[in-house]
């Protein structure tokens, strides 16, 4: 159940506490005396959108609280431990709105965010409003409040789902088979790329091979001189008389090695001078090897400069360097090979489709039973109902007819028709039922579906609207029966609904320190006497509307 609600700098109210109690509460009060904040202040605190200009003027920020127990609500329970919100038995929801325009939600002291907080406000509370009566002529919200009266909602999701996945697998493969020419050429284009690719036989890392043996042979001659040169000047073996580096620096190391003492600078320089000639005589060995295996090979060079050629012009076709070639080659092959197997995709996208097509109306047969027998036992409870609303003549019936095709929410369209005297046939309730009639037809079927919501909190903000008299006596006494099994907090302009409630807020307005302050207050005996008689006799309390208000309520809450 609701039971506290405390707001900060909203609207008309500086600070309000209110705490709320199992049963019917009737909250009521002249127009414009700030009834309705309740019903504002706990859509803020669950997460409906807030505006700046609710802030009360002069404050920098405003903010809403809502308590709960949760004790006995299951779902709601289940939800906050899913979340790691959980608190016990109790839980506290807390929007704040700054004038910047920033929002926050907090769920037990925790951050939360909007969503969650709509979330868990589904679980626990069900606002039902003055204008819902214009939704009931929609066609989609008739077909909504069957479905929730029948419990049928998890199923029309799963229904919903099954769909989604259905047209959706369906439609892809019609793109795919449109597709199919366009399709058939890119694979002709990627064979052939592919075979040129193919038939070259670029290898990974071989254009980099190539280009290095291609720029040697292209030199072969020049690094053939250069290497003999370095090898004269390196090496005295042909030369003795004309020493070279090899041989003067074993006549360096002589001469220090013929000393009689060393120094360990010495000693130091005559290993680096034996460590030096070991380096060029390794050097002339290298430039040796490299004269005996490297030689100018004209044909050779030829059959290199042909494949890089070839390579280096499909690489310019394909907007790619040479050496990416391979990587091309497995990238076209792996495009071709899917292409390829399209057309068994082809097979088992369509079995898919054919398999989700038949759970889709297998499910929609089972659903459409369900609402027919839902229909009858829905008009024939509300019918009840129209008749304790003093509209005895009149009778609705739920028509469901089949549609051309599957829809996400089934195979029929829902929808109340309604026949407001005997021998008249059911209508559309926009093209029959007046405003009044309307009200009361609306106010039937939200308790039918109250009597069936799992939700513990229900809250009526003025759907009395256009009754009066003996017809809102009925209304308190239906509302004050849901109150029995859960939590029903009503906003009314009527006396007679009023005296039902187990607890009787009063909302008034009067002025403030700087503005004017809208507040709730608690009534006892004595003042719930007082208000039911100002909502009778008006500005003016006579002995006649009071002695008129202690029978309403002796007989309300008798």
């Given at each position: 159940m609701l039971s506290s609600l405390t707001i900060s700098q909203f609207t008309l109210v500086e600070y309000l506490d209110v705490e709320f109690r199992s049963g019917m509460t009737a909250i009521t009060g002249e127009t414009g005396a700030g009834k309705s904040l309740v019903v504002d202040a706990l859509g803020l605190a669950l997460g409906d959108r807030g505006d700046t200009d609710q802030i009360r003027q002069g404050a920098a920020q405003m903010e809403v609280c809502a308590g709960f127990d949760v004790d006995n609500n299951a779902p709601a329970l289940n939800w906050l431990a899913e979340h790691d919100l959980s608190d016990g038995n109790a839980c506290l929801c807390r929007r704040t709105l700054s004038r910047e325009g920033r929002s926050r939600g907090y769920i037990n002291g925790q951050p939360a965010t909007m969503s969650q907080l709509r979330e868990f406000g589904a679980?626990?509370?069900?606002?039902?409003?003055?204008?819902?009566?214009?939704?009931?002529?929609?066609?989609?919200?008739?077909?909504?409040?069957?479905?929730?009266?029948?419990?049928?909602?998890?199923?029309?999701?799963?229904?919903?789902?099954?769909?989604?996945?259905?047209?959706?697998?369906?439609?892809?493969?019609?793109?795919?088979?449109?597709?199919?020419?366009?399709?058939?050429?890119?694979?002709?284009?990627?064979?052939?790329?592919?075979?040129?690719?193919?038939?070259?036989?670029l290898a990974k890392g071989e254009i980099e091979q190539l280009e290095e043996e291609q720029t040697l042979l292209a030199h072969a001659e020049e690094i053939a001189q250069a290497c003999r040169q370095a090898?004269?000047?390196?090496?005295?073996?042909?030369?003795?008389?004309?020493?070279?580096?090899?041989?003067?620096?074993?006549?360096?190391?002589?001469?220090?090695?013929?000393?009689?003492?060393?120094?360990?600078?010495?000693?130091?320089?005559?290993?680096?001078?034996?460590?030096?000639?070991?380096?060029?005589?390794?050097?002339?060995?290298?430039?040796?090897?490299?004269?005996?295996?490297?030689?100018?090979?004209?044909?050779?060079?030829?059959?290199?400069?042909?494949?890089?050629?070839?390579?280096?012009?499909?690489?310019?076709?394909?907007?790619?360097?040479?050496?990416?070639?391979?990587?091309?080659?497995?990238?076209?092959?792996?495009?071709?090979?899917?292409?390829?197997?399209?057309?068994?995709?082809?097979?088992?996208?369509?079995?898919?489709?054919?398999?989700?097509?038949?759970?889709?109306?297998?499910?929609?047969?089972?659903?459409?039973?369900?609402?027919?027998?839902?229909?009858k036992t829905f008009a024939q409870k509300v019918n009840a109902q129209l008749v304790e609303l003093a509209m005895a003549t009149a009778s609705i019936k739920i028509s469901l007819e089949p549609l051309a095709q599957g829809t996400a929410w089934g195979l029929e369209s829902v929808e109340i028709l309604i026949s407001t005297n005997p021998g008249q046939p059911h209508r559309p309730l926009e093209k029959i039922a007046s405003g009044g009639e309307l009200s009361r037809v609306s106010l039937a079927i939200q308790v039918v579906a109250a009597e069936h919501c799992q939700i513990p909190v229900l809250v009526f903000d003025e759907v009395d609207v256009g009754i009066g008299g003996a017809t809102a006596d009925v209304v308190g006494r239906l509302l004050r029966k849901l109150g029995e099994t859960g939590q029903v907090i009503c906003i009314s302009h009527q006396p007679q609904v009023a005296a039902h409630a187990q607890h009787h807020w009063r909302a008034s307005k009067s002025p403030g320190k700087s503005s004017v302050e809208s507040a709730l207050i608690a009534l006892d005996a004595a003042a719930r006497v007082e208000e039911i008689a100002r909502m009778l006799g008006g500005e003016k309390i006579t002995k006649t509307t009071i002695s008129h208000a202690e029978e309403m309520l002796a007989a309300g809450t008798g």
């Open positions: 679980l626990v509370i069900d606002i039902h409003n003055q204008h819902e009566h214009q939704s009931l002529l929609q066609k989609n919200h008739q077909r909504v409040l069957l479905d929730e009266y029948a419990g049928h909602v998890a199923q029309v999701n799963s229904l919903a789902e099954v769909y989604r996945q259905w047209r959706a697998l369906e439609e892809k493969l019609l793109d795919i088979r449109a597709r199919g020419d366009q399709a058939a050429a890119e694979q002709e284009l990627l064979t052939f790329q592919l075979e040129e690719l193919l038939e070259l036989g090898l004269n000047l390196c090496d005295d073996s042909d030369t003795p008389e004309q020493p070279g580096a090899s041989g003067m620096l074993r006549k360096a190391g002589t001469l220090l090695q013929a000393l009689p003492q060393h120094s360990p600078a010495l000693a130091q320089a005559l290993d680096m001078l034996d460590s030096a000639a070991i380096q060029v005589a390794e050097a002339c060995r290298e430039m040796d090897h490299h004269l005996d295996t490297h030689h100018a090979d004209p044909a050779r060079l030829q059959q290199l400069e042909t494949r890089l050629s070839e390579a280096y012009q499909i690489a310019r076709k394909h907007k790619v360097q040479a050496d990416e070639l391979p990587a091309l080659t497995t990238r076209l092959t792996q495009e071709l090979e899917s292409i390829a197997t399209t057309e068994d995709n082809l097979t088992a996208m369509a079995d898919e489709v054919k398999a989700l097509k038949a759970e889709y109306f297998s499910q929609a047969e089972v659903l459409s039973q369900k609402r027919k027998k839902a229909a």
